[in-house]
């Protein structure tokens, strides 16, 4: 027996009763799958078939990320070139002190050792994050410097990330912290200040020798980490002391 049966694509088939029944059939089931199912998020919200009006929204919005994005550039590239010109016109300053400072003759070993003093560590880090690894650098150095130091140790950081890298595993050593030095350009009457507090809150004459832990730039991506130490006033001054009696 032949009998029609629905249709497809406007034609109507021509099919036998069982197959009409047993299409039928399916066609409910569907039917009734498809009513009791909840759709994905992601189909309900559009994402994945998204209309004109989203794609043009969603373009406009990454553009106008990127000019933000330029913009900052522009402004750090600004920045840095400051900074640069600034670093450059002190290093011969810098260049002339620490020149000075390494004709001082050293107070002997068994003087030193004598006075039972203690050793200054000194990092300089950033206030923020986003730098790369020019703070870890410094806090892996300091690190070092501090398990291979007998005696004392006093830590004294200049910038916020150095407290956060050292804290946890050297925090009874930190007795003074700088924060926010970057605020203003650096200058010499910035170092001065610094200077200043450290020696009186590190009580610098009770201090055999000072290790100042840096980053010397020489490009924007290149660095060399440095250890700068100096001879305690203290110590110097006895024995210099000493000299002119002799």
Not at 4 to 17: I, K
Not at 206 to 234: C, L, P, Q, R, W
Request: hydrophobic share 40%.
């Amino acid at each position: 027996m032949i009998v029609l049966c629905g249709s497809s694509g406007g034609q109507t088939l021509a099919v036998g009763s069982e197959t009409c029944k047993w299409l039928t059939g399916i066609r409910r089931l569907f039917q009734v799958i498809l009513a009791t199912t909840r759709l994905p998020d992601a189909v309900v919200r559009g994402e994945r078939n998204a209309s004109l009006k989203q794609l043009r929204i969603r373009l406009a919005a990454v553009k106008s990320i990127q000019r933000i994005t330029k913009t900052m550039k522009m402004v750090a590239a600004a920045k840095l070139k400051g900074f640069q010109g600034r670093m450059f016109e002190a290093r011969p300053l810098g260049d002339t002190i620490e020149h000075m400072v390494q004709e001082i003759p050293a107070a002997p070993e068994e003087d030193v050792a004598a006075k039972d003093l203690t050793h200054l560590i000194v990092p300089i880090t950033s206030d923020r994050g986003l730098c790369g690894g020019i703070n870890g650098a410094v806090a892996k150095a300091a690190k070092a410097l501090l398990n291979d130091t007998p005696g004392e140790k006093t830590v004294a950081i200049i910038g916020n990330k150095g407290e956060a890298l050292l804290k946890r595993t050297h925090g009874q050593h930190i007795t003074k912290i700088f924060s926010d030095v970057y605020v203003n350009p650096t200058s010499f009457a910035l170092a001065s200040e610094i200077a200043e507090e450290l020696v009186k809150t590190t009580k610098y004459d009770k201090v055999d020798e000072a290790s100042i832990i840096f980053n010397k730039f020489k490009s924007a991506i290149a660095y060399d980490t440095m250890i700068e130490e100096i001879e305690s006033a203290g110590v110097d001054a006895d024995y210099d002391s000493h000299l002119l009696i002799e």
